[in-house]
């Protein structure tokens, strides 16, 4: 961390504990117009992105201790801190009674919110007051009706990046949950947009997705190390790693525990997917490279790369009022 931050190393673990200072979501331009959308739910217009919306997250707030409490997992307890209510399979124990108000706290012990204990087979705490607030997004129609996509500011900047024209091969090989694919989708609908994921139930969710979106794109089950072999991709114009990683820039942020040992495994997984987009890409393709973490061995150690010409390096960090992210925008030589 040092290595990154150097003397501002206390000021990023500082920011990472606090939620991003905007909410944003992505407008489905397929299917809805981002002033009309704004008007409707109330959010303001980005500076940067048409399709982008924003409304603030407000706090710190104080939160109520009581003697009744549920005690929540470590994602969990992080999406509480931001408003979201408690569902059934964050909850790792109850020491509360039905219709009492209740205190929402981690593992770890941290205070994260307070509300009414329903416990039902679903919900388990409807969550009224929190460290920080914002809109509920979830209670949103234009979210159920797939108008709008949760998806941060720094995540956009990936298919802007990758900039994708009308007839060209474009493949997202980590295209779970489907942010980065239905956006490219829905900036270039003439593109021929192709998905991956390993696992069957990700795979389905992301048709029902475009399903929802209206947008057009395949998606397949698969490992993407092997496009090259399994699926017999060639000539891709461009295409998208978003690998799995340390995901240290997330925020906000209760705590984190990583060893080097693990940057080191992400680092070398990482890498098996830049050579598989090398096989696939034609000479001259675009490749975009992105992580929500902030090491440098997850980042620019594994695209300096021979095989690539970086044409350009982004980070942006908490201290910005973002979520700590990596991109780098490569050409295959």
């Known amino acids: ?6 003397n501002h190393v206390d000021s ?38 048409p399709e982008a919306l924003f409304t603030p997250i407000k706090g710190p707030f104080k939160v109520e201790t ?18 979201a209510d408690v569902f059934r399979p964050g909850v ?13 706290i981690s593992e770890r012990g941290d205070v994260v919110g307070e509300g009414e204990f329903i416990n039902s087979p679903d919900l388990v705490v409807k969550v009224d007051n929190s460290l920080y607030s914002s809109v509920k997004l979830s209670e949103l129609p234009e979210l159920a009706k797939g108008e709008i996509y949760v998806q941060g500011k720094s ?3 990936v298919a802007r990046l990758l900039d994708p024209r009308p007839g060209e091969t474009i493949v997202d090989m980590n295209a779970a949950p489907g942010g ?3 956006h490219v989708a829905q ?18 969710k992301m048709r029902s997705l475009l399903a929802k979106m209206n947008a057009v794109a395949q998606v397949f089950e698969g490992d993407s190390r092997y496009l090259y072999e399994d699926f017999n991709l060639r000539d891709v114009d461009r295409v998208i790693i978003d690998p799995p990683c340390s995901a240290m820039g997330l925020r906000p942020k209760l705590y984190d525990k990583k060893t080097r040992k693990d940057i080191l495994t992400f680092s070398e997984y990482q890498k098996q997917f830049l050579n598989s987009a090398y096989k696939i890409l034609k000479k001259g393709g675009t490749l975009i490279y992105s992580t929500c973490t902030v090491t440098e061995m997850e980042n ?13 390096e982004v980070r942006f960090h908490p201290m910005q009022g973002m979520t700590g992210f990596f991109i780098a925008k490569l050409i295959k030589k």
Do not use: C, W
């Open 12 to 49: 990023f673990l500082r920011e990472i504990t606090r939620p991003n200072p905007r909410l944003y979501v992505r407008v489905n331009t397929i299917k809805a117009d981002p002033g009309e959308v704004a008007d409707r739910i109330g959010f303001k217009r980005d500076e940067d992105f």
């Open 300 to 312: 620019e150690a594994v695209v300096e790369d021979g095989r690539f010409e970086v044409e350009k």
């Open 66 to 83: 009581y003697d009744d409490v549920v005690i929540v997992d470590k994602k969990t307890a992080e999406s509480v801190m931001v408003g």
């Open 187 to 204: 900036l270039q609908p003439k593109a021929k947009v192709l998905g991956f994921d390993h696992t069957a139930r990700k795979v389905d």
């Open 92 to 104: 790792k124990k109850v020491k509360a009674r039905v219709g009492k108000r209740v205190t929402v």
């Open 1 to 6: 961390m040092r290595k990154v931050y150097g």
């Open 155 to 157: 995540s956009m900047f």
């Open 180 to 182: 980065k694919l239905t």
